[in-house]
Each structure stands twice: as C-alpha cells, then as structure tokens.
C-alpha cells in the first residue's frame, strides 16, 4: 500500500472540489476502495463505482435507470485490462460549497506515524498526540486503519466492537479532511479527527478525467443524509465532532472564478467600509505623540545592538553546525567559515527556509515549538536593521530593551544557554544604566 499514491488522491479529491466537479475517478487499489467507501458512508461521497478509463452510465451513479438508457454488458475483469480499472466517485456539494473540505494524509511516505488507543483518547478529547493534532474544528473527522487482533485471543468482530483498536495500528490508512456540508447531516460513531491541514499538491498525469466533461449537476448528487449508514468496517475507526460548521452554510449562490486579473485583487471586488469616527476622537488622536524616555544616546544603543546582533550570528552558526544542516551555495556570496560571513537577516533567511523546509526536527528547539520558531526569527530582525543602519533615528529605552529581548527569545528557542547568559547579563546592564542615567537627571532637576 503506497502512501504516495495516497496522498495524490487526497490532492486530487481536493482539486476536484474547488473545481466543483461533479464526478471524478481514481485508480482502483483495495486502499483506495476502502477509503472511498468509508467516505461515502459517512456522507462525503454520493456514489462509488468500479469502472474503467470511461465514465460509467448515469443511472448506475444516480441509482435508478432512465426510460433511455442502453443495456450495456458487463467488461470482463482480465490482465490485460486490470491496470487501467479506476474508480469513479460522484462528489456532493450542499449550496455551491463542497461537503468534502480538505483532505490530507497523516502518515507521510518519509515518517509513518502510529498510535495507540490511549493516543486516540488524546486525540478525540481535543490534545495533541505526538505528530497528530487534536480535533478542535467543528465538523472534522479522523480515519485510521488498523491490524486485526490475534485470532488466538478473540474473534476480530468481538475484539474490535470491544476495545475499538488494537494497540499496533498500521500507520497506512492515516488521513484527515475537513467537513463543510450542512447542518443536520447524521454522523457515523466510532472515532476519526478531519482538520484543515495543508492540501498536498495536485498529481500531474495520474488522472486523466480532471477536465472530463461529465460533470454532473448538484442536484442529482445530492444525497439522502437522513439514510446514511453507520460505520461498521473493522478497517476503520471514525470519529466526528457533533458540532456543524454552520456559519458555512450560506443562504445565497456564490460563484468563484478560477482566475484573477492581475491588476485587481480581493480589494476591489465587494467590500465594506467602516464608519469614520467623530472628530472628538480624531482631535484626540491628532495631539501631539507623548515623549518617550531616551537616556541611552546613540553610540551606546549602537554598541549595545552591535553586540546584540554578533552574539546571535554566533548562535545561529552554531546550532547550524551543531546539527549539520546543510547552507545552500550561492554564486555571490562566499562559504561561510565565520558567523560574520553571513549577516543576521541571512540567517534568519536560512533558519526560516530550514524550518518551512521541515530540515529542523521539533527536538532541537525549546519545548519543541517548531512552529512559533519563525516568529521569534522575524521579531528580531528589526535588531539588525537599527544596528546596521546609522541613519535611523535614536530609539527610546523600552524599544532599546525590547530588541535584547526579542534576541533572547531566539536564543533560547534554539536551546543556546550561553547566549540566553550574556544577552541577559546585556539586559540587565543596559536596564541599570537607564535608571541610573534617569534617577541622575531627576536628582539635578530637583531644587
């Protein structure tokens, strides 16, 4: 069972629906089959037919024939024609908006994720277990598959309608999608999360039907949410929120183009305008700005920042080396041999596209927070710009301590405990010399 293969029909099925088709296909592999079933059972999917490289008849996907409608044989299953079986899905939209809203693997080809059932409680209730998220958005669902228990301890029906899933899930059916249809739809029981994860992208030639023209009209894929049935495969454990996304659900036909001139944008279509406010309030917010104390002058907020800056290019060469992430090399820039061979916005550049990248595990980084890493990266960037340039004008006190501790935070984040050491010791100095400088002038103001 290939996880590749898995995750271009996630992209596919997500492609499919912002181009509201109506019908789509995919190959045929007994994973995708029990994928698709499970999907139609849980009413994302109106229909699921075995078929080939031709879209099958239409009263085979509505469910009942039509007084036209030709009596076809059926193609007799052979090695010659195995390969190019595919399975055809008819996709449901409920008021132009796709019940099926994004859809992605969980496990990845390069990291197969497992959990345990204890992991799954995390999961339902909202936590986060290990690399799986918690469900948290309205209308989400989570699948897994998992290996039937021995058959020397107890049958598999019984097993799985007792314990639910045995404790070594195969990490080959993990997928989320997140749910956008109506209100009201009856949810299968059992346990899965869906939540908007970033969709995959779209296969090249592995499907040949995305500009099919048989597109088939919302109304006659609509299905009956009243008679879905419940789940019962032990290859999968379904999970939903009982909570809808309602405010999705939208009263009005909305149409969404495809493409967009490139000198527009969303501004100059459909907006709103505030209400100005009185001129009382705009009066009060014309005054002139409060004086902000300033005691440091501006060579001692350059060395403090200068040195700011050098202690964390230090850092940074370090935790790179460290870990041997891998610099890119560039025709205009030398090797870097020094920390100073790089500027700070560079590094940031380089720890940025390291992390986005995933080249930088959660382990190395404090608390594991691999996601508020760039954050942290981009607030101390306005640190290197009031070092270098000498033209800016001289900053206040609290914007002085406000730039050491934006440093501090970086590195802390990448778990360097000399520099958090001197960039505080920095701190403290640089805040003792601004109240001994602001006692010393309120003491000469003084009679």
Same mark, same amino acid.
């Given at each position: 069972?290939?996880?590749?293969?898995?995750?271009?029909?996630?992209?596919?099925?997500?492609?499919?629906?912002?181009?509201?088709?109506?019908?789509?296909?995919?190959?045929?592999?007994?994973?995708?089959?029990?994928?698709?079933?499970?999907?139609?059972?849980?009413?994302?999917?109106?229909?699921?037919?075995?078929?080939?490289?031709?879209?099958?008849?239409?009263?085979?996907?509505?469910?009942?024939?039509?007084?036209?409608?030709?009596?076809?044989?059926?193609?007799?299953?052979?090695?010659?024609?195995?390969?190019?079986?595919?399975?055809?899905?008819?996709?449901?939209?409920?008021?132009?908006?796709?019940?099926?809203?994004?859809?992605?693997?969980?496990?990845?080809?390069?990291?197969?994720?497992?959990?345990?059932?204890?992991?799954?409680?995390?999961?339902?209730?909202?936590?986060?277990?290990?690399?799986?998220?918690?469900?948290?958005?309205?209308?989400?669902?989570?699948?897994?598959?998992?290996?039937?228990?021995?058959?020397?301890?107890?049958?598999?029906?019984?097993?799985?309608?007792?314990?639910?899933?045995?404790?070594?899930?195969?990490?080959?059916?993990?997928?989320?999608?997140?749910?956008?249809?109506?209100?009201?739809?009856?949810?299968?029981?059992?346990?899965?999360?869906?939540?908007?994860?970033?969709?995959?992208?779209?296969?090249?030639?592995?499907?040949?039907?995305?500009?099919?023209?048989?597109?088939?009209?919302?109304?006659?894929?609509?299905?009956?949410?009243?008679?879905?049935?419940?789940?019962?495969?032990?290859?999968?454990?379904?999970?939903?929120?009982?909570?809808?996304?309602?405010?999705?659900?939208?009263?009005?036909?909305?149409?969404?183009?495809?493409?967009?001139?490139?000198?527009?944008?969303?501004?100059?279509?459909?907006?709103?305008?505030?209400?100005?406010?009185?001129?009382?309030?705009?009066?009060?917010?014309?005054?002139?700005?409060?004086?902000?104390?300033?005691?440091?002058?501006?060579?001692?907020?350059?060395? %403090?920042?200068?040195?700011? =800056?050098?202690?964390?290019?230090?850092? /940074?060469?370090?935790? +790179? *080396? $460290?870990?041997?992430?891998?610099?890119?090399?560039?025709?205009?820039?030398?090797?870097?041999?020094?920390?100073?061979?790089?500027?700070?916005?560079?590094?940031?550049?380089?720890?940025?596209?390291?992390?986005?990248?995933?080249?930088?595990?959660?382990?190395?980084?404090?608390?594991?927070?691999?996601?508020?890493?760039?954050?942290?990266?981009?607030?101390?960037?306005?640190?290197?710009?009031?070092?270098?340039?000498?033209?800016?004008? %001289?900053?206040?006190?609290? =914007?002085?301590?406000?730039?050491?501790? /934006?440093?501090?935070? +970086? *590195? $802390?984040?990448?778990?360097?405990?000399?520099?958090?050491?001197?960039?505080?010791?920095?701190?403290?100095?640089?805040?003792?010399?601004?109240?001994?400088?602001?006692?010393?002038?309120?003491?000469?103001?003084?009679?």
């Amino acid at each position: 069972m290939s996880l590749v293969n898995l995750a271009h029909v996630c992209s596919h099925l997500n492609n499919a629906t912002k181009a509201r088709l109506g019908l789509t296909s995919i190959p045929h592999t007994n994973l995708h089959l029990k994928l698709c079933l499970a999907l139609q059972n849980s009413g994302y999917l109106s229909s699921v037919v075995r078929g080939g490289p031709k879209p099958p008849p239409p009263h085979i996907l509505l469910g009942h024939p039509a007084p036209n409608d030709e009596v076809e044989g059926i193609e007799p299953l052979t090695q010659a024609n195995i390969a190019s079986r595919r399975l055809w899905l008819g996709l449901k939209y409920w008021q132009s908006e796709p019940v099926l809203g994004k859809l992605s693997v969980i496990s990845k080809p390069t990291r197969r994720i497992t959990i345990d059932v204890a992991g799954l409680r995390r999961v339902i209730r909202g936590e986060k277990s290990d690399y799986v998220e918690g469900l948290r958005s309205p209308g989400e669902s989570f699948a897994k598959r998992c290996f039937p228990p021995p058959r020397e301890y107890a049958p598999i029906d019984t097993q799985i309608g007792i314990s639910g899933c045995p404790q070594q899930p195969s990490p080959d059916f993990d997928y989320r999608m997140a749910y956008a249809g109506p209100p009201g739809i009856p949810h299968s029981q059992g346990g899965m999360p869906f939540s908007p994860v970033a969709s995959l992208p779209r296969p090249g030639t592995l499907y040949h039907d995305w500009d099919h023209p048989a597109r088939l009209p919302a109304e006659s894929l609509r299905h009956d949410y009243e008679s879905a049935k419940t789940m019962e495969t032990p290859e999968c454990l379904f999970e939903r929120n009982s909570r809808r996304n309602a405010e999705k659900v939208k009263a009005t036909t909305r149409y969404h183009s495809q493409r967009r001139p490139s000198n527009r944008d969303e501004f100059d279509g459909p907006h709103q305008l505030l209400k100005p406010p009185s001129l009382r309030v705009i009066e009060e917010q014309a005054r002139e700005l409060p004086h902000l104390p300033t005691n440091l002058d501006v060579s001692e907020q350059d060395r %403090i920042l200068n040195a700011v =800056n050098d202690r964390l290019s230090q850092c /940074a060469f370090d935790f +790179v *080396a $460290k870990y041997q992430f891998p610099i890119p090399l560039e025709a205009d820039k030398r090797e870097v041999r020094i920390p100073s061979d790089r500027e700070w916005t560079e590094w940031v550049y380089l720890l940025k596209r390291l992390a986005t990248k995933r080249r930088i595990p959660a382990r190395v980084l404090y608390n594991g927070q691999i996601k508020q890493l760039v954050t942290v990266l981009e607030n101390s960037l306005e640190m290197r710009h009031a070092a270098k340039h000498q033209s800016r004008p %001289i900053k206040d006190d609290r =914007n002085v301590l406000q730039l050491i501790s /934006a440093g501090t935070q +970086v *590195a $802390k984040m990448l778990k360097d405990a000399s520099a958090m050491e001197y960039l505080d010791k920095l701190y403290v100095d640089t805040e003792k010399r601004i109240q001994d400088r602001r006692s010393r002038r309120v003491k000469f103001a003084s009679p």
